[in-house]
């Protein structure tokens, strides 16, 4: 079977600024605000709206100020 890089965050939540500067960086455009959190500092979160497209680029932790976003790579077998 086929192989690719699936990327894995890991969101900090509680230390989401609601800056969008992750959001507006992504490139398979996959990071949101979150329509239904909101953290102890009164701002709603980052989330991944499809996890699955994913690629790991980490563009997004780069971005980011607070440091808030981890990025882990997994390899993943894909279907032919």
Known sequence: ?????RGV???RED???QCG???????VHILDF?????NSKGYRPIELTD????????????MCPEGVID?????VEVAE
């Open 21 to 27: 500067l992750c959001v507006a960086v992504c490139p």
């Open 71 to 75: 990025v882990y790579r997994e390899i």
């Open 9 to 11: 965050l890991k969101i």
């Open 34 to 38: 979150s329509k239904t959190k909101i």
């Open 1 to 5: 079977m086929p192989k690719k890089v």
């Open 51 to 62: 996890p699955d497209k994913c690629v790991g680029c980490a563009f997004c932790a780069m």
């Open 15 to 17: 230390l989401c600024k």
